[in-house]
């Protein structure tokens, strides 16, 4: 009876041990996850700070809802008119138009981001972003970068 009552407790203390450890593993995985925005900062629930094309901007944290992410990025839209990418190291955004008319799409897409980062229309214009279209799309707009719509280097389509 003795030698079961150690092994039992062996088993708990391994078991207890094992929770501790995973419990520390997927806190420093969540916390890494938020800090994960390149040269950014984390703000907590306040939110991001992050590069811009001047300064930085604070953001909402945007990583919170992101639908996929690797090490490289976050895919924050992937709808039937637009793709919204958030490219961690170069603090940039690319957004691919999916569907005509491409300016429903584009406009569409830029109020997703701004109201996704919580910013409004002059930090969006400040913030990395580039607004692409495939070629099966669209062939004539392909391979250029189109602009937001709002902002004064955007492309009229």
């Known amino acids: 009876m003795l030698l079961k009552s150690k092994f039992s407790k062996f088993v708990f203390i391994i078991f207890i041990l094992g929770l501790f450890a995973y419990s520390i593993f997927v806190a420093y995985k ?4 938020q800090a994960n925005i390149s040269d950014g900062e984390y703000l907590g629930e306040s939110g991001l700070e992050i590069s811009a094309l001047s300064g930085k901007i604070r953001t909402k944290d945007f990583s919170r809802q992101a639908i996929d992410e690797t090490e490289i990025n976050l895919l924050l839209a ?5 793709r919204v990418v958030y490219y961690k190291q170069e603090n940039a955004f690319v957004i691919t138009l999916l569907s005509l008319p491409l300016e429903q799409s584009r406009k569409k897409a830029g109020e997703f981001l701004k109201s996704e980062l ?4 002059r930090q969006l214009c400040r913030l990395k972003i580039s607004v692409d279209v495939p070629y099966e799309v669209n062939p004539s707009f392909s ?15």
């Open 30 to 33: 969540y916390s890494r996850r």
């Open 78 to 82: 992937d709808t039937s008119d637009y």
């Open 118 to 121: 919580g910013v409004d229309e």
């Open 143 to 157: 391979g250029r970068n189109l602009g937001l719509g709002v902002c004064l280097d955007s492309e009229d389509l």
